[in-house]
T-cell receptor
């Protein structure tokens, strides 16, 4: 069973605050991803990492940044939150290799910026 | 430009009957297709997948059909159960060099009624 954890589950924060969304996985997966989803919309890839010290921007432009200092940890940071950042953020991981293993998702963080 | 489309935002089916969820795509380079199921306040969970070299994959009550010439895939659930009520996302994979990315549809909310 996939073990990927996101904290916090819900976050309400004021404009201008710095926030970090945490994502950890215990499966030793080298690939990790951040998706953003608004209600009724598709999931958009905003960041991904194929290993330690490797990060790339996804298909949807995002003002957030990510880091990958450890295999199991892939936090996402917003330096100055704005109401336009209100969304659900989903972290996912997948095992090594060019294989057909599906992504395993965490339960997401629902962010509201007031 | 949305490359993966789920044109039905919602579907209601009676318990015991067949549920058919549809997905259309535009990029013929997609090589792998997946269906994810999402309950409220949870992350998507993998349901079933199909390679582009196949036209059918079956797993218990779930069958996915792929029609490459029509760029169309469908998920059949039979018999439908109340626990199947969730949002279903279709996803398609594209390899670009060393990267492998999933593109998601907007989802179809399935409600299975008693």
């Amino acid at each position: 069973e996939a073990d990927i954890y996101q904290t916090p589950r819900y976050l309400v924060i004021g404009t201008g605050k710095k926030i970090t969304l945490e994502c950890s996985q215990t499966m030793g997966h080298d690939k990790m991803y951040w998706y953003q989803q608004d209600p009724g919309m598709e999931l958009h890839l905003i960041h991904y990492s194929y290993g330690v010290n490797s990060t790339e921007k996804g298909d949807l432009s995002s003002e957030s940044t990510v880091s990958r200092i450890r295999t199991e940890h892939f936090p996402l940071t917003l330096e100055s939150a704005r109401p336009s950042h209100t969304s659900q953020y989903l972290c996912a991981s997948s095992p090594p290799g060019l294989n057909n293993s599906p992504l395993h998702f965490g339960n997401g963080t629902r962010l509201t910026v007031t | 430009d949305q490359q993966v489309k789920q044109n039905s935002p919602s579907l209601s089916v009676q318990e015991g009957r067949i549920s058919i969820l549809n997905c259309d795509y535009t990029n013929s380079m997609f090589d792998y297709f997946l269906w994810y199921k999402k309950y409220p306040a949870e992350g998507p969970t993998f349901l079933i997948s199909i390679s582009s070299i196949k036209d059918k994959n079956e797993d218990g009550r779930f069958t996915v059909f792929l029609n490459k010439s029509a760029k169309h895939l469908s998920l059949h659930i039979v018999p439908s159960q109340p626990g199947d009520s969730a949002v279903y996302f279709c996803a398609a994979r594209l390899h670009t060099g060393t990267a492998s990315k999933l593109t998601f549809g907007t989802g179809t909310r399935l409600q299975v009624t008693l």
